[in-house]
């Protein structure tokens, strides 16, 4: 294959591989066990039926769930655009379908980037987390029934936090059931607190990211989005989420339902802040969440979060190994596929338990040497022991990103030298840099022979100086985006290759449209505590605009009894709970649920105040002064190149 030509002009059009790419991927190639089938095996084991190419539609016909885009992934062997360990691991994600795990114990796989586990109990079905959407858990719950005959839903386990595992819930249960209360729904310590609140204040950062780490926008295609690593892609149907009314609080905690006892053990801090694994005696079934799947996990997702803790989640997978070692003979989690007998099961678990405390160890090590994020990423080594271990390899989590995220979770962005305290941000640090380098021409030339040589890592570097210097600069934009792809199709973990491609796809076409952002939907909000709609507020706050504002608001809600005052003072919005100003400017009397309809723009403040929804003293248009006062962020902004908006 001839070395691709970097373009003079953007173009829309993906490229070739380099012979620099598919140097790497034959080196791949030979290094590791491709020979080894029994992923492939056990991904396919058990199988009773499935939904055509898992295709799932909304009541109004649009499809949120379908792997039909992903039938290149047909091919055995990877092309040259593409990792062969990442291709590998998308073709075991392309099973679809509901899988026996073992007599009593099923999974719905495929129809969504997670698993709905069901076990059965003496009269009914317990569900294990329900999938992102609603759409996504009824068809999964159809084709249980469809297979195993229809049997009532006697309780649901949500085992973690993520909206994927949760998402779905009114797809399984409906609304006589809720109403019953008769069906329990059992998750985690905080879990609400957790679920509602970990992607609210930084939400709108944080979705426009996860483009970037699950690529929804990129063509699915071999030179485009094959995976995301622990699944295909992240489903688009209805979310709401539902409230818990178990909690397990400890480790050692038990449960009997519907004659099934289920052992816990709580993991928080982990793949999520609040997570919990379980075992069951009657089918010696473990299922250890999204803790030990068959890939490294990450340690801080692109989309951003709080730094998981390497060490805490090693140490619970010591725990499980101690409280069930020996014991489980089959293995689940909520992605990827089974695995089966004791001697497997302990081996997984003690290799995916000394991979966190090695990235752990070896990073502090190394920090505590003096060596910065980046030089240990350079530096650390996987043992050959779980280099060739496939569930170790990094398709969604790896290495290289998790070292950098254990050194910020210890000492922060900052590597104490002076000269990364205070830089220039990226467009005045990019001219001067052009201009350090003689110009765009100059760098240019130079960043395009280091282009044939393929050190496209560097030349990423250096051409993005340039586009944020000048993005209209058409050759670098185009030059830029010819490395991005390079670099992601060279990259084994999937996001990164999402990344990348996207990342490149941006620079030739630029952001994609995409509709206004939609309401909060009323549920979460409903779920949201009024601490927590407070400190969503105040993120929004323009304080160049409040400079010298000062508001005083008092709140009461008569359906939670609880009493707030709210002021703006020195361009900060802060609260006191179970107060009232006497001096307020405005005091304001109603039902916490009519103030979710606001936000939720299914009424207005005028038009609830007229219906009698609303009872205010004072001078209600200190209210409206305050909300004139907050920004309304964009769904989309500038990642590759310069913010064409100024934000002040």
Not at 67 to 82: I, K, N, R
Not at 451 to 480: C, I, M, T, W, Y
Not at 554 to 580: K, M
Request: hydrophobic content about 40%; overall charge negative.
């Amino acid at each position: 294959m001839n070395q691709p030509v970097a373009s003079e002009r953007s173009s829309e059009t993906p490229k070739q591989a380099s012979s620099a790419v598919i140097a790497q991927h034959q080196a791949m190639l030979k290094a590791l066990p491709f020979e080894d089938a029994a992923d492939f095996d056990d991904a396919s084991r058990g199988f009773l039926g499935t939904i055509e190419n898992a295709r799932i539609t909304s009541p109004q016909g649009r499809v949120v769930w379908s792997l039909e885009p992903y039938g290149f992934l047909s091919d055995a062997e990877a092309p040259a655009t593409v990792n062969p360990s990442l291709w590998r691991q998308a073709r075991l994600n392309m099973q679809h379908g509901l899988f026996e795990v073992v007599p009593g114990v099923y999974q719905v796989r495929g129809l969504d980037i997670a698993n709905m586990t069901l076990i059965e109990g003496d009269s009914g079905v317990i569900v294990v987390d329900t999938l992102t959407s609603i759409e996504g858990a009824r068809a999964a719950m159809e084709l249980y029934f469809k297979h195993r005959g229809p049997r009532p839903v006697v309780a649901v386990i949500f085992t973690h936090t993520h909206t994927d595992h949760w998402g779905g819930a009114r797809g399984v249960l409906d609304e006589d059931v809720l109403a019953s209360g008769r069906v329990p729904i059992i998750a985690p310590n905080l879990f609400m607190e957790h679920a509602v609140s970990e992607n609210i204040i930084a939400g709108p950062a944080m979705i426009r990211r996860a483009q970037y780490q699950f690529g929804p926008f990129l063509a699915k295609g071999p030179r485009g989005q094959v995976d995301c690593g622990l699944g295909k892609s992240m489903a688009a149907g209805a979310v709401a989420l539902l409230r818990p009314t178990d909690l397990v609080m400890a480790t050692g905690d038990t449960r009997v339902i519907d004659g099934v006892e289920f052992e816990f053990q709580m993991a928080p801090n982990s793949e999520a802040p609040a997570e919990m694994h379980f075992y069951v005696p009657r089918y010696k079934l473990l299922n250890l969440a999204e803790n030990c799947t068959h890939n490294l996990h990450n340690l801080l997702p692109f989309r951003g979060a709080d730094v998981r803790d390497a060490l805490a989640w090693s140490k619970y997978l010591n725990e499980a190994l101690r409280l069930w070692g020996g014991k489980a003979q089959v293995m689940c989690g909520q992605h990827h596929w089974p695995v089966w007998g004791r001697e497997r099961i302990d081996t997984m678990i003690r290799q995916q338990r000394d991979i966190y405390k090695l990235a752990h160890d070896q990073t502090i090590r190394l920090m505590n040497h003096g060596l910065t994020a980046g030089e240990i990423a350079e530096t650390i080594r996987l043992p050959k022991s779980l280099e060739g271990a496939w569930h170790s390899r990094g398709y969604y989590g790896h290495i290289r990103h998790n070292v950098k995220a254990i050194y910020q979770k210890y000492l922060g962005w900052y590597d104490a030298n002076p000269v990364n305290l205070d830089p220039l941000p990226p467009v005045e640090a990019g001219k001067k840099y052009v201009e350090y380098m003689g110009g765009a021409e100059a760098l240019l030339s130079r960043a395009k022979t280091d282009f044939a040589k393929g050190e496209f890592r560097f030349v990423a570097q250096a051409v993005s100086h340039l586009v944020f210097a000048d993005p209209d600069n058409q050759a670098a934009r185009a030059l830029l985006a010819d490395t991005f792809e390079q670099l992601g199709y060279a990259a084994e973990s999937a996001t990164w290759r999402n990344a990348y491609l996207f990342g490149a796809q941006e620079l030739r076409q630029g952001m994609p449209k995409a509709p206004p952002r939609p309401p909060i939907p009323r549920e979460t909000l409903a779920a949201l505590r009024t601490e927590q709609l407070w400190d969503a507020l105040g993120v929004r706050l323009n304080g160049p605009k409040a400079e010298g504002k000062h508001i005083v608001l008092n709140w009461r809600f008569t359906d939670t009894a609880e009493h707030f005052v709210l002021t703006l003072e020195n361009c900060a919005l802060t609260y006191s709970e179970g107060a009232q100003s006497p001096s307020a400017d405005a005091s304001f009397l109603l039902a916490r649920s009519t103030l979710d309809e606001v936000i939720a723009k299914q009424t207005s403040f005028p038009e609830a105040i007229a219906v009698g929804k609303i009872e205010v003293g004072g001078n209600p248009m200190r209210l409206a002064e305050l909300m004139g006062l907050m920004d309304e962020f964009p769904r989309m902004f500038e990642i590759v190149e310069p913010k064409r908006m100024v934000v002040t």
